[in-house]
Each structure stands twice: as C-alpha cells, then as structure tokens.
C-alpha cells in the first residue's frame, strides 16, 4: 500500500524556538495533505488542509500564523510550529491523499506521526 | 453535517474469538466510509473502505466490515481476535467541505483489548 514519511518522529524543543515537520508520500503522488494533531487517549483533529501549489486551508480555531504549511511538491508538505511553547505539545500526524480512480476511490494515508515536546 | 459514532470507547475480546467494533453514521446522500487502526505512538493505518458495490468489505489483517444502510452502520469484525490486533481503531466519514473538496471526519475511537 501506499507509504507516507514523517520526519521526525520525536522533537524536543525549548518554548520560543521554531520546528519544522516533514511529510513525504513515497510511493505516489499528493496533490491533497492533511496535518492532524492528537492529544492523549483523544481521536484526530484536523489542522489544515495543503493543496500543492496553493495557500493552506486552516480549520477554525488554527492559527494560520503559529502554524505555518508549505506544499511545495506533490510528495512534500511541511509544519512548522513558529515560537513554539509548551500547549504545543502534542502528536502531529500528517495525511496525504492518494487520488486512485479519478478522485472517486481515494484513500487517505497516514504518516507515523511527530511526538513534540515543548519544555 | 456528516458523522460517525462509535458507541464504545473500549472493547475486550478473548483472543481467538470473534471481534466486532460498532460504528454508526450520519451522513446526507452516500456515505463514504473508512476504518483506521493506530497502535500506540504511532499514526493511522488504513484498514478498509466502503465506497459503493457490496455491502460487506475485506480489508487489511483479515479485517472486514459490513455496510447497513438501513441501520446506518458500518461495523468491523473479525472472525478470531489476535493479541496483536490490540489497538485503537477509528470509523471515518468522508465530509465534502465545498468546491469539490473533502476531508475526513473520525469517530472518538474505540480501544481494542484481546486477552491471551
């Protein structure tokens, strides 16, 4: 099936300072990611949406400021969490969109997800 | 608005035997629907989907689930639990969000216990 890479996999920061995440689909294309965040024994929430090529679609709630998108590439999209402080704690899971049978049979694959810690 | 329930946050079975994870759904028109499985501290593992066709749909791990309409369900089972099937699993709404766009939207979870 289809694979998508998460790098890191843990970061621990100090609070103020700035990470970057990436998410790579490896073995298809993705014009369409997704970053998720979780918090403990909790399901999903949806951050953003990335179109390559196009500004990120922010969910309600998301600061489009703190937490920066960039799809660059139809295998590459990156987070960064600007001046990061301990309520950013958290796993952050990234989604890419294998388009499949003309957009109809997609399926949504899953990085492994970053633990980050802020201290 | 589309959504997905899963009514049990845990669920324990006795390896070997027959497992089965609930999830209901609300959704306008046809549903798309999906299940995931996450193992801890790691992301999202697609199991299965239904689209459209037969009602029951074979997955990954010997996983299956079975479309009803009229009960609003999408159920996943398995015929003989694993101790390593332990896990979280999450139930999966396709949401159209507009202008040809969609995500998903996930149950609550439901955490899977088999016991040796």
């Known amino acids: 099936g289809a694979v998508v890479s998460q790098h890191p996999s843990w970061v621990i920061c100090k609070s103020g300072t700035s990470v970057k995440i990436e998410c790579r689909s490896l073995?298809?294309?993705?014009?369409?990611m997704f970053w998720y965040r979780q918090f403990p024994k909790q399901s999903l929430m949806l951050m953003a949406t990335?179109?390559?090529?196009?500004?990120?679609?922010?969910e309600q709630g998301v600061e489009k400021d703190k937490f920066l998108i960039n799809h660059a590439s139809l295998t590459l999209s990156t987070l960064t969490v600007t001046s990061a402080h301990p309520e950013d704690s958290s796993f952050y899971i990234c989604s890419a969109r294998d388009m499949g049978l003309a957009g109809v049979a997609d399926t949504q694959y899953f990085g492994p997800g970053t633990r980050l810690t802020v201290l | 608005a589309q959504s997905v329930a899963q009514p049990e946050d845990q669920v324990n079975v006795a390896e070997g035997n027959p497992l089965t994870v609930k999830c209901t759904y609300s959704v306008s028109g046809n549903p798309y629907l999906f299940w995931y499985v996450q193992y801890p501290n790691r992301g999202l593992q697609f199991l299965l989907k239904?689209?459209?066709?037969?009602?029951l749909v074979k997955g990954s791990y010997g996983f299956e689930a079975e479309f009803n309409k009229s009960q609003t369900s999408f159920h996943l089972k398995k015929p003989s639990a694993l101790v390593s099937d332990s896990a979280l699993y999450f139930c999966?709404?396709?949401?159209?969000?507009?202008?040809?766009?969609?995500?998903?939207?996930f149950g609550k979870g439901t955490k899977l216990s088999v016991i040796p």
């Open positions: 990335s179109n390559e090529g196009s500004k990120a679609t922010y």
């Open positions: 239904y689209i459209t066709g037969d009602n």
């Open positions: 999966a709404v396709r949401t159209f969000t507009g202008a040809g766009s969609y995500q998903l939207t």
């Open positions: 073995d298809f294309q993705a014009t369409t």
